[in-house]
């Protein structure tokens, strides 16, 4: 009896290893598994960008582990999905970072995405609007315009308008897959503290 528990504990120790080694190659490959050290200094650009980075923090733990029943959950009928909702905040994420790039938004997409996919995706467009963000100059804001084109026809808007709009839209709705995913039965990881930016030990 003793040999066989301990044949099973050491046929599962691989597995176990491999599971915390995927784990650990994820939190590599993903940003805002954490928020890294804050600027040394106050300006627009870099206060905007800890805004962005707030947003991809609470984007990554409020998607981190979302089972197919949890994307699926929707609080009645008229209501989006968790999934239709982060497909939103991922169009949101293009957005956010298409401002900074100074590239309009003209529609289109990348074609059919799993969830995966378009968790990564989002993810990494924030993370890369927050970087331009922080090696920005003073005044930069200026010319960072929300831009869409229909055709021929082209309007603009300023940054203000990504601030009160997709930004904070994308935060809300974050708060909507949390709330959607506690009610699945899939709480948000209780060590998660959205104040520091970082994991509780």
Known sequence: MKKRITFIILLLCPVAGLYAQNNDTEKQDLPYYEIGEYPAEYTDATVAARMIDGLGFRFYWATEGLRPQDLAFRPNEEARTSEETIDHIYDLSYMILNAVLQKPNSGGGE??????????????????????????????????????????????????????????????????????????????????????????Q
Not at 128 to 153: H, M, N, P, Q, V
Not at 165 to 186: E, K, L, M, T, Y
């Open 111 to 200: 074609g059919e995405m799993t969830f995966a996919e378009k968790r990564k995706k989002t993810l990494e467009n924030l993370k890369t609007a927050s970087d331009i963000l922080k090696k920005s100059g003073k005044g930069d804001l200026e010319k960072y315009k929300i831009i869409f084109k229909r055709g021929d026809r082209i309007s603009e808007f300023p940054f203000w308008n990504l601030i009160n709009g997709p930004i904070a839209d994308a935060i809300w709705h974050c708060g909507q897959v949390v709330s959607f995913r506690r009610s699945s039965g899939n709480p948000f990881h209780s060590g998660v503290s959205v104040f520091s930016g970082k994991i509780r």
